[in-house]
């Protein structure tokens, strides 16, 4: 059960704290994006709902914590990637107002994303362990 829990708080991060965070003037509906930057941004975030949805639904309903692990694992390790790559494309996790959402030092989405993957080893070596001693 602890397993199920470890992975369901890494997509609350990805499926339903981000989008909280990104739907406002700091991101969606900041007027200074380009319009074709909002609808890629709106396109990620409804993505991740999505396969938040999902790998939920893979948890707690079909006992699949391996895929839904899996899953947390590409969306996100998929930020990660971009923000260790952000220097090459002129990426940054600065908010228009120019400051940086931090925690104990540390870029608040690297932090959290880093925690669900975390999160997400975690869960599956506990219910390999259960699985074992079973």
């Given at each position: 059960?602890?397993?199920?829990?470890?992975?369901?708080?890494?997509?609350?991060?990805?499926?339903?704290?981000?989008?909280?965070?990104?739907?406002?003037?700091?991101?969606?509906?900041?007027?200074?994006?380009?319009?074709?930057?909002?609808?890629?941004?709106?396109?990620?975030?409804?993505?991740?709902?999505?396969?938040?949805?999902?790998?939920?639904?893979?948890?707690?309903?079909?006992?699949?914590?391996?895929?839904?692990?899996?899953?947390?694992?590409?969306?996100?390790?998929?930020?990660?990637?971009?923000?260790?790559?952000?220097?090459?494309?002129?990426?940054?996790?600065?908010?228009?107002?120019?400051?940086?959402?931090?925690?104990?030092?540390?870029?608040?989405?690297?932090?959290?994303?880093?925690l669900a993957i975390i999160l997400a080893l975690l869960a599956l070596y506990?219910?390999?362990?259960?699985?074992?001693?079973?």
């Open positions: 059960m602890l397993a199920k829990w470890l992975v369901s708080i890494g997509i609350v991060f990805y499926a339903v704290v981000v989008p909280i965070f990104e739907l406002n003037d700091s991101h969606v509906f900041n007027p200074s994006w380009q319009a074709h930057a909002r609808l890629h941004e709106v396109w990620q975030l409804a993505t991740n709902c999505a396969i938040g949805a999902f790998s939920f639904w893979l948890v707690w309903f079909r006992a699949n914590l391996h895929l839904s692990s899996l899953m947390t694992v590409f969306v996100t390790g998929g930020f990660l990637v971009a923000y260790v790559l952000r220097g090459a494309y002129g990426g940054s996790m600065q908010l228009s107002d120019g400051s940086e959402k931090m925690v104990l030092g540390i870029n608040l989405g690297s932090f959290a994303y880093s506990l219910d390999r362990s259960s699985r074992v001693r079973t």
